[in-house]
């Protein structure tokens, strides 16, 4: 750096999504894009239900609520991404 003491703030942007199908069976309702199998992963489905979590398609079921910008709480943002399992994260090109 320099030195004229300015900071660089990190910010995060981060969509949110709404499933109107959604039956209250949390985590067991969805299955997962696995890019190494190319496949859809429906391991986690506990429910009858067994929806795609693809909120990343243009033809989803998903509706885009708002895309957000977060600067403060940066360490409770990402603890609770993780904490319910956040599996629908865009990087590069691509999403993970």
Do not use: M
């Amino acid at each position: 750096g320099s030195d004229d003491d300015s900071t660089c703030q990190r910010k995060v942007l981060w969509a949110a999504y709404h499933d109107p199908n959604y039956s209250g069976g949390s985590i067991g309702e969805y299955q997962y894009y696995d890019i190494e199998t190319d496949s859809w992963d429906s391991s986690y489905c506990k429910t009858n239900r067994c929806a795609k979590l693809d909120c990343h398609e243009p033809d989803s079921n998903f509706q885009l609520l708002g895309v957000f910008q977060e600067s403060d709480g940066l360490e409770d943002w990402t603890e609770q991404l993780f904490k319910h399992e956040g599996f629908c994260v865009w990087e590069g090109d691509g999403y993970q």
